[in-house]
């Protein structure tokens, strides 16, 4: 046999070019909540039409009575869902992932109703409506399941909102026939308010606030 060399010459790599370093790939989005009737591929197609966030505990996401143009989809975390009620802020809720946040103000343009604050390192992701309208026409049938996953979003939180009247012992009057609004707390309520502030109004001891039973996407 021949004899081996005292020493190899060691294995060479090119240097990495600028402007390709390795990045983290952002986990993907949970089919979970708004998004659990989308498919691993809608889930992969619609994850570029929004953006990622990473946000530590304390950082607050939304503040009642500012502009909201987006809503958010968490992707991992806690985040904690309060609003200022006869000068207190009340808890509301809890989001974990697979939560919707922000997108009554996206379907109906208007300012935030509610704090919400990350409880736990949290990553987030958002869309806005702009794009929502992109990722629907060119998507429908993963654009249909998202829209059922945001009235069932709804349809939840109007069950814990007549948990959350019925604990502040608000007697709600007659139904109404089937198919109109049910008022369940306050008078002389503004049409144009949010669900969270006639919440708040009917939490407050106001009368007669009327909320619709009807999800109209």
């Given at each position: 046999?021949?004899?081996?060399?005292?020493?190899?010459?060691?294995?060479?790599?090119?240097?990495?070019?600028?402007?390709?370093?390795?990045?983290?790939?952002?986990?993907?989005?949970?089919?979970?909540?708004?998004?659990?009737?989308?498919?691993?591929?809608?889930?992969?197609?619609?994850?570029?039409?929004?953006?990622?966030?990473?946000?530590?505990a304390?950082?607050?996401?939304?503040?009642?009575?500012?502009?909201?143009?987006?809503?958010?989809?968490?992707?991992?975390?806690?985040?904690d869902?309060?609003?200022?009620?006869?000068?207190?802020?009340?808890?509301?809720?809890?989001?974990?992932?697979?939560?919707?946040l922000g997108?009554?103000s996206?379907?109906?343009?208007?300012?935030?109703?509610?704090?919400?604050?990350?409880?736990?390192?949290?990553?987030?992701?958002?869309?806005?409506?702009?794009?929502?309208?992109?990722?629907l026409?060119e998507?429908?049938?993963?654009?249909?399941?998202?829209?059922?996953?945001?009235?069932?979003?709804?349809?939840?939180?109007?069950?814990q909102?007549?948990?959350?009247?019925?604990?502040?012992?608000?007697?709600?009057?007659?139904?109404?026939?089937?198919?109109?609004?049910?008022?369940?707390?306050?008078?002389?309520?503004?049409?144009?308010?949010?669900?969270?502030?006639?919440?708040?109004?009917?939490?407050?001891?106001?009368?007669?606030?009327?909320?619709?039973?009807?999800?109209?996407?």
């Amino acid at each position: 046999m021949a004899d081996q060399p005292e020493s190899q010459e060691e294995a060479s790599f090119p240097e990495t070019p600028p402007g390709t370093e390795w990045q983290e790939i952002p986990p993907a989005l949970p089919a979970l909540g708004i998004l659990a009737g989308l498919s691993d591929q809608s889930l992969v197609t619609l994850a570029p039409y929004g953006r990622y966030q990473q946000l530590p505990a304390g950082t607050m996401l939304i503040t009642e009575g500012e502009p909201q143009d987006c809503f958010y989809v968490v992707v991992s975390g806690r985040l904690d869902i309060s609003a200022f009620v006869a000068g207190k802020n009340v808890p509301l809720s809890i989001a974990e992932a697979g939560e919707c946040l922000g997108e009554v103000s996206v379907l109906d343009p208007g300012s935030a109703s509610a704090n919400v604050q990350v409880r736990e390192d949290a990553v987030l992701w958002s869309m806005n409506l702009e794009n929502l309208r992109v990722y629907l026409s060119e998507h429908i049938g993963g654009g249909g399941a998202l829209l059922m996953g945001m009235a069932q979003c709804l349809s939840r939180r109007i069950r814990q909102a007549n948990l959350l009247i019925s604990r502040h012992h608000t007697v709600p009057v007659e139904p109404l026939p089937r198919g109109q609004s049910r008022a369940i707390t306050a008078e002389n309520t503004p049409v144009n308010l949010g669900f969270f502030d006639r919440l708040k109004k009917s939490m407050a001891g106001e009368k007669k606030v009327k909320i619709p039973t009807e999800i109209k996407l």
